[in-house]
Structure formats: structure tokens, C-alpha cells
């Protein structure tokens, strides 16, 4: 399985702006799927995942009501919709497919997107 993450740009503080996460080389096995995030100078964080096959989702407090992830199955495609982004939110944006363990540890994560930039100007 590999992933690749889209749709990063350079917005203005309340903007919106859609990210996907293609997935490829076979059908999606795994419970769940995540975005993740690296501001500069700063760790990985989680953000939220989605469970590939009944759609639940969750999210960390600070995008909470903002974020939304999706997915379509038949595309095999992830989507997180971002909304009233303010400068806090400028960061790489991954995704990665979870293997076990806490949300929270990057060692959770086996296969990762090559992450794309999000930048909120204020």
C-alpha cells in the first residue's frame, strides 16, 4: 500500500481547503486511516483518523469542529476538510495508515503519504 497526500496551498487565516490522500497498490485493508501534522520546529502530532470501513471518526481538541476527514472507498481516497484555518494550522500535512497502538505514537503508523504544505497567513 501507498499513500500520497494533495491539495496543500497558502491561505488566508478563516480560509478553507481540502486535502486528499490517494491510496494505491491494492485494495485498503486496515482499520484505520490518519492525518498527521508537523509545524516547523515542532514534533509530528496526530490529528484525526477515520475508520476506513464504518466512516467513525475523531479528532484531537484544536481542529475539533473545524477538520472533518472522509473517505471514499471506491477511490480509495481520504479527504480532510479544513475550515476557519488560522495561522496555528500551518504545517505538513501526512497521512499514514495505522497498524496498532495509540493514535498519539508516530510508531502506530507503518505507511506514510509524503505529507503536503499547508500554510495560513494571518
Known amino acids: 500500500v501507498q499513500l500520497q497526500a494533495s491539495g496543500g496551498g497558502l491561505v488566508q487565516a478563516g480560509d478553507s481547503l481540502r486535502l486528499s490522500c490517494a491510496i494505491s497498490?491494492?485494495?485498503?485493508?486496515?482499520?484505520?486511516i490518519a492525518w498527521l501534522r508537523q509545524a516547523p520546529g515542532r514534533e509530528r502530532e496526530f490529528v484525526g483518523r477515520?475508520?476506513?470501513?464504518?466512516?467513525?471518526?475523531s479528532y484531537v481538541d484544536a481542529v475539533q469542529g473545524r477538520f472533518f476527514i472522509s473517505r471514499d472507498v471506491a477511490k480509495n481516497t481520504m479527504y480532510l476538510q479544513m475550515n476557519s484555518l488560522k495561522p496555528e494550522d500551518t504545517a505538513v500535512y501526512y497521512c499514514?495508515?495505522?497498524?496498532?497502538?495509540?493514535?498519539?505514537?508516530?510508531?502506530?503508523?507503518?505507511?506514510w503519504g509524503q505529507g503536503t504544505q499547508v500554510t495560513v497567513s494571518s
Open positions: 499514514a495508515a495505522h497498524h496498532g497502538g495509540s493514535f498519539w505514537y508516530l510508531t502506530s503508523y507503518d505507511v
Open positions: 497498490g491494492g485494495t485498503f485493508s486496515r482499520d484505520y
Open positions: 477515520i475508520n476506513w470501513k464504518s466512516g467513525t471518526t
